[in-house]
T-cell receptor, first 115, second 115 residues
Framework: AQTVTQSQPEMSVQEAETVTLSCTYD???????LFWYKQPPSRQMILVIRQEAYKQQNATENRFSVNFQKAAKSFSLKISDSQLGDAAMYFC????????????FGTGTRLTIIP | DAGVIQSPRHEVTEMGQEVTLRCKPI?????LFWYRQTMMRGLELLIY????????DSGMPEDRFSAKMPNASFSTLKIQPSEPRDSAVYFCASSLLAGGRETQYFGPGTRLLVL
C-alpha cells in the first residue's frame, strides 16, 4: 500500500520569506500523481499544485513550486514570498495510475506566517 | 461553475439518530469521492464512485455507513445509527478523468457532531 509521510507537523516563516515543506512517499508504481492541498481555517481543501510522475520538469504555480525527486520518492513544496494568506494546513497527497483513483494523504504540516 | 456542493455544512445529532449527508459534484465530473477527516486518523477515503457505480468501498468503517449515487449529480452518505466516534468532517470530492489529468476538487465539508 502507498504511504505518504510529512515529517514536519509545524513550520513557521517570516512574511515575504521562502519556506519549504517536506513530503516523502512510498510506492511500487511507476505511474502516479502527487498533489499539495491547502486547508485554511475554513476547512476547505484547496488544490495548490500537482505533479505527474512521468514529467521530469518540476511543477510551478505562481509563488508555489515543487522539488520532485522521483528516485528519492520526495515531493517538497516551496512557497516563495510568503503571505499572511498562506497560513494553513498543507497536505501532501498521492494518487496512483489509472484504476487507482483514491488519494492517500499525509498527516499535514501547519504553516504559520509571522508578520 | 459552483464547485462541489455539500449539505448540510454543520450537523449536530444525538447518538442513535440517522444522519444523511448530501453532495452535488461538479457538472460533468465522472468520479465522486467521500472522505472523512478526524484528528486521530487524518483524511481517509471512505468510498468512491465512477459513473454512479461504487468502485471501492473498502474504507467504509462498518455496516452503519452506506453511500448511494442515484444519478450523476447527487450522492448521499448515510450513517444509521450514528455514534459519537462518527464525529468528523466529511468531504465530498469530484473529478473528471480526462487525458490522465484528473484532479479531485473538494466541497466545503460537513462538520458532524454526534452527542
Amino acid at each position: 500500500a502507498q504511504t505518504v509521510t510529512q515529517s514536519q507537523p509545524e513550520m513557521s516563516v517570516q512574511e515575504a520569506e521562502t519556506v519549504t515543506l517536506s513530503c516523502t512517499y512510498d510506492t511500487s508504481e511507476s505511474d502516479y500523481y502527487l498533489f499539495w492541498y491547502k486547508q485554511p481555517p475554513s476547512r476547505q481543501m484547496i488544490l495548490v499544485i500537482r505533479q505527474e510522475a512521468y514529467k521530469q520538469q518540476n511543477a510551478t504555480e505562481n509563488r508555489f513550486s515543487v522539488n520532485f525527486q522521483k528516485a528519492a520518492k520526495s515531493f517538497s513544496l516551496k512557497i516563495s514570498d510568503s503571505q499572511l494568506g498562506d497560513a494553513a494546513m498543507y497536505f501532501c497527497a498521492y494518487r496512483g495510475g489509472f484504476g487507482n483513483e483514491k488519494l492517500t494523504f499525509g498527516t499535514g504540516t501547519r504553516l504559520t506566517i509571522i508578520p | 461553475d459552483a464547485g462541489v456542493i455539500q449539505s448540510p455544512r454543520h450537523e449536530v445529532t444525538e447518538m442513535g439518530q440517522e444522519v444523511t449527508l448530501r453532495c452535488k459534484p461538479i457538472s460533468g465530473h465522472d468520479y465522486l469521492f467521500w472522505y472523512r477527516q478526524t484528528m486521530m486518523r487524518g483524511l481517509e477515503l471512505l468510498i468512491y464512485f465512477n459513473n454512479n457505480v461504487p468502485i471501492d468501498d473498502s474504507g467504509m468503517p462498518e455496516d452503519r455507513f452506506s453511500a448511494k449515487m442515484p444519478n450523476a449529480s447527487f450522492s448521499t452518505l448515510k450513517i444509521q445509527p450514528s455514534e459519537p466516534r462518527d464525529s468528523a468532517v466529511y468531504f465530498c470530492a469530484s473529478s473528471l478523468l480526462a487525458g490522465g489529468r484528473e484532479t479531485q476538487y473538494f466541497g466545503p465539508g460537513t462538520r458532524l457532531l454526534v452527542l
